[in-house]
C-alpha cells in the first residue's frame, strides 16, 4: 500500500495546505503512528482505484481543523483509527465509493463538533453510517453535525 507521508513518533503539523494523493490500487495520504498530526485549514484528496484511506493512525493524537478532507476509491474511508485520541471540527468531509465510512475508530476517543459529512455511493447506501465505532472507543462530543448520503441521515 502506497502511503505518501508516513509519520512515527514524531510531531506534525500542517496549516494552508492542499495535499492530494493518486495511487494506482491502494492507499493512505498520512499513515501516523505514536505520533501527533494537525491539521488546520487545509485540503486533503486521496484517490486510488481499490482502497483509499486518507488518514491512519495508531496510538496517535489527531486534530484537524476548518478542514475539507475526500477520499475517492471503490473503498473509501477518511480517517481510520486504532487507538489514541481524534478531534475534528468544523471540517467538510467527503466519500466517493462503492462502500465508504468518514471514520473508521477501533479504541480511539473521539470529539466531533460542526461538521458536515457526504457519502456519494454507487448504490443505495443501506447500513452504511458515517461513523463507525468499536465498544472500546469512546464518543466524547458529537454536536452539529451534518451527514447526507449515508443511510442514517
Do not use: P, Q
Amino acid at each position: 500500500m502506497a502511503r505518501i507521508f508516513s509519520i512515527e513518533n514524531s510531531s506534525v503539523s500542517f496549516e494552508n495546505c492542499e495535499i492530494l494523493s493518486d495511487t494506482a490500487s491502494s492507499g493512505n495520504v498520512f499513515s501516523v503512528k505514536s505520533s501527533v498530526l494537525s491539521l488546520k485549514n487545509s485540503g486533503l484528496v486521496s484517490k486510488s482505484r481499490v482502497y483509499s484511506c486518507a488518514v491512519s493512525a495508531i496510538d496517535s493524537e489527531v486534530s484537524v481543523l476548518d478542514s475539507h478532507i475526500s477520499s475517492i476509491s471503490g473503498t473509501a474511508v477518511i480517517f481510520s483509527l486504532s487507538g489514541g485520541t481524534f478531534a475534528l471540527s468544523s471540517c467538510d468531509c467527503g466519500v466517493t465509493s462503492h462502500l465508504g465510512r468518514i471514520i473508521e475508530s477501533g479504541g480511539a476517543n473521539i470529539r466531533l463538533s460542526g461538521n458536515k459529512y457526504t457519502g456519494d455511493f454507487d448504490e443505495d447506501a443501506r447500513e452504511r453510517n458515517a461513523l463507525w465505532a468499536d465498544e472500546k472507543s469512546l464518543i466524547l462530543e458529537d454536536k452539529n453535525n451534518i451527514s447526507i448520503g449515508f443511510s442514517y441521515d
